[in-house]
């Protein structure tokens, strides 16, 4: 549960472009009025501009304001306190992002659990319903940190207090239905949101969402591990991992040097060695969660016989050498540190590596600088496990069937209601409704238009029938993995 972002992602998931069309995406916008995404009505009945009516919140205040075309973005600071608990114990500025269409339509509040890009986009059910985004940095990813930083109020009943008090602010705005939502980290967020304040959203939609409700217990990604793909591609990444052991002295020397070349440090980890192996470790977890099984040819088909170099590019092309060391880390703090403290994280045998591995998978508290306390809560996943069991309503997941992710997941039990498990077949981390089989993609189509209110006749007549109201943008519909590359939800 860990690996920082690599960015080299070759097959930039667009969503939206699996099967779905964008053939009924002019009834929502045909009839909206002239002038609607410039002027928005007041609430005393006169014409106020959105960016007024945004700014007029107490302590709202904006960064900047970004043309894009169908829409005003705005880059906001919002004043939050530290501790919900206790208002009046310090503030910071939290930083979010407001994509407005018309406050006519629902909208879609996104946050991906780690920083929040300040460039347009739209998430996959902004799409789907035609509506408005606001989107959240999470608390502690800088710039959105509280200086001095108490590490203690990281945690996620404070983040879900951080979200309901931009709901409670901007509902008075945007005042037709609310649906949240989020990828991996973020399609936890969006469940501890809806566990903590259950009446703010009319639906939720998590992607690929870990739940790791007893840290210790992990066997499930062992089982999963043994059958994903094929045997062929698994004994290929196997023994790529393996052979980068075996060849420990060589290609630490070039990882050596390639840290001096670049001016990377080893503080936190403690040593070269432990980084180095923390990034041969993630090797085959990175590998099935952003690799198809089609991209199996691209990994050297006889390690054994290899050059270092194959080795050596392998692995930082999937896992990344630059990760573990200070500087790749700096930034994912505040994830390590929840990862050590009530989120959890994966623990896997990986067999194929002999007595090869000196340190095993290394808990997040390597990866924290020390002079962040840190003490893991084990009943907090606990807690909201049994409250998605026993109270999800119109709660919509999907994962990807050869993503690692998805072994350990939630599951709506008997007490939930208009709840639902959905599997992309082959897919990985990037699962998405619209690489969903047909009638599962319908099935989940409707039901977020349903949520948002505004499903056409023909879809509450007929939920095969249902589209995203939308037409596809390439430049909007992109997932953004800036916080979502490699062994890290």
Aim: include cysteine.
């Amino acid at each position: 549960m860990r690996k920082a972002f690599r960015g080299f992602l070759s097959l930039a998931v667009l969503i939206g472009t699996a099967g779905v069309t964008g053939a009924s995406a002019g009834a929502a916008t045909a009839a909206e009025p002239a002038g609607s995404l410039s002027r928005s009505v007041g609430d005393d009945g006169t014409g106020t501009d959105i960016k007024d009516r945004i700014l007029a919140i107490p302590g709202m205040s904006l960064i900047e304001e970004k043309p894009y075309a169908g829409y005003r973005y705005f880059v906001l600071n919002y004043t939050q306190p530290v501790d919900h608990r206790h208002p009046s114990r310090g503030t910071f500025q939290q930083r979010i992002t407001v994509l407005h269409k018309d406050t006519s339509r629902p909208t879609v509040f996104s946050t991906s659990g780690y920083n929040v890009s300040t460039n347009p986009g739209r998430a996959e059910p902004t799409r789907i319903i035609d509506g408005n985004q606001v989107s959240l940095e999470y608390r502690y990813f800088t710039p959105s940190r509280p200086a001095p930083a108490d590490w203690s109020k990281l945690d996620i009943r404070q983040a879900a207090g951080d979200q309901h008090r931009v709901f409670t602010a901007l509902k008075r705005i945007y005042t037709k239905k609310w649906l949240t939502t989020g990828v991996s980290k973020g399609g936890m967020t969006a469940t501890y949101f809806e566990r903590y304040y259950p009446e703010d959203m009319d639906g939720v939609v998590a992607y690929v969402a870990p739940n790791d409700v007893v840290d210790k217990e992990d066997s499930a990604y062992d089982r999963f591990f043994e059958h994903v793909g094929t045997k062929e591609c698994r004994d290929r990444v196997n023994a790529v991992q393996r052979e980068a052991l075996v060849r420990r002295g060589p290609l630490e020397k070039k990882y050596r040097e390639y840290a001096a070349a670049n001016g990377y440090t080893f503080a936190t980890t403690g040593s070269l060695d432990k980084a180095y192996e923390a990034v041969v470790m993630d090797y085959v977890w990175a590998y099935w969660q952003y690799s198809l099984l089609s991209d199996c040819d691209t990994i050297p088909a006889d390690a054994k016989t290899a050059p270092d170099q194959a080795i050596w590019d392998s692995v930082d092309s999937i896992s990344g050498f630059s990760t573990y060391t200070d500087q790749g880390l700096e930034n994912y703090t505040p994830y390590y540190y929840q990862a050590g403290t009530q989120l959890g994280s994966p623990n896997i045998r990986q067999p194929w590596l002999g007595g090869l591995s000196r340190y095993g998978y290394q808990p997040p508290r390597t990866f924290v600088p020390r002079s962040i306390p840190m003490k893991f809560q084990p009943s907090v996943m606990r807690d909201v496990d049994n409250w998605v069991k026993r109270h999800a309503d119109r709660m919509l997941y999907v994962y990807g069937e050869n993503d690692p992710w998805g072994a350990e997941r939630f599951r709506p039990g008997a007490g939930s209601r208009d709840s639902y498990v959905m599997t992309v077949p082959g897919g990985n981390h990037g699962a998405a409704v619209a690489g969903l089989a047909a009638d599962d993609r319908a099935k989940a189509t409707a039901a977020i238009l349903r949520w948002a209110g505004v499903a056409p006749a023909a879809v509450r007549d007929d939920p095969a029938k249902a589209e995203p109201l939308a037409k596809f943008d390439a430049r909007l519909d992109k997932r953004d993995v800036m916080n979502e590359r490699g062994q890290r939800p």
